[in-house]
């Protein structure tokens, strides 16, 4: 007797298979090939093998070479900058929420979930009112004359506050969900035995959200290296290319004014491409290791 075939799983995951192939596989695929031609868009790739490899890694006279370079690190810089506070200040608020003295648990996670829904571009022009020397509130309330966009570290300031405003209430919400699975007699018992907060902390709430803590690292730090919104629309750039990150590089090159460059432009996504997969990889290698 013929095996009767249950159709019911592909039914559910079917359509989310075709929008992934569609959206997501068959664009990384046709970039990652784009990426060894010569290209701008209008006409067809002509294949150049790893000459656009060559000039953006090794070629230090190649305009190519500078901006990718010049964005890797202002990208590094602004990794380095975001993420630490993107998973420390949304863990503490957590644990805070947590405390069984605090009321009204639920409005204070809505209130600070609620950035995160407004757009980049809507964010930017309340911040950068807020940072106006003229209008805003750091020039009448508190009398500061700088421009803040147009100065150094203002602009990379104004850019880090934009990105936790915006970013802190959900990795807050994974922490809040990891913890609330977490028996509370287990705190009043270490309580008991005399542990502090601190000891509290880090022998039941940090083993309690290991696999949460993993996952927000890894993808806040994959996150923060696609950065590109809170730079073009703050700062855009400047002053003098200091935050012009990689992805606004790459932009520039795929659509920016004059004829496209989409294979180096190709060229330079996939190298950050690489470099996001193997922090990735590292990061979760190490944590991984460490927490167990």
Request: aromatic content about 12%; proline content about 4%; charged content about 10%.
């Amino acid at each position: 007797m013929k095996k009767k075939i249950n159709w019911a799983p592909a039914f559910f995951v079917g359509p989310h298979v075709i929008l992934f192939a569609v959206f997501i596989l068959l664009p990384t695929i046709y970039g990652i090939y784009a990426s060894f031609t010569k290209w701008n868009l209008m006409s067809d790739p002509v294949w150049v093998g790893f000459d656009n490899y060559k000039a953006i890694l090794f070629d230090g006279k190649s305009t190519f070479h500078t901006q990718f370079f010049r964005g890797l690190k202002n990208t590094l810089i602004f990794v380095g900058l975001s993420v630490p506070l993107l998973i420390v200040i949304p863990l503490m608020v957590a644990v805070a929420l947590e405390h069984k003295k605090v009321k009204m648990k639920s409005l204070i996670q809505s209130i600070l979930y609620i950035p995160g829904l407004i757009s980049i571009s809507a964010a930017a022009l309340i911040w950068l009112l807020i940072f106006n020397k003229q209008l805003g509130i750091t020039g009448n309330l508190f009398g500061s004359q700088i421009a803040w966009p147009a100065n150094q570290p203002y602009a990379w300031i104004i850019i880090i506050v934009i990105t936790l405003w915006g970013g802190i209430g959900g990795n807050m919400i994974i922490y809040r969900a990891s913890l609330s699975g977490v028996a509370q007699e287990l705190y009043e018992s270490a309580e008991l035995d005399g542990a502090g907060s601190i000891k509290r902390f880090t022998s039941i709430t940090l083993p309690s959200i290991r696999f949460p803590l993993i996952y927000t690292f890894v993808m806040t730090t994959a996150g923060a290296f696609n950065v590109f919104g809170q730079p073009l629309m703050m700062t855009d750039g400047g002053p003098r290319q200091s935050t012009h990150v990689l992805m606004m590089y790459i932009r520039q090159l795929a659509f920016g004014n004059g004829e496209s460059i989409a294979g180096m432009a190709s060229a330079m996504a996939v190298l950050l491409g690489l470099v996001i997969l193997v922090i990735s990889a590292l990061q979760y290698y190490v944590m991984n290791r460490n927490a167990t």
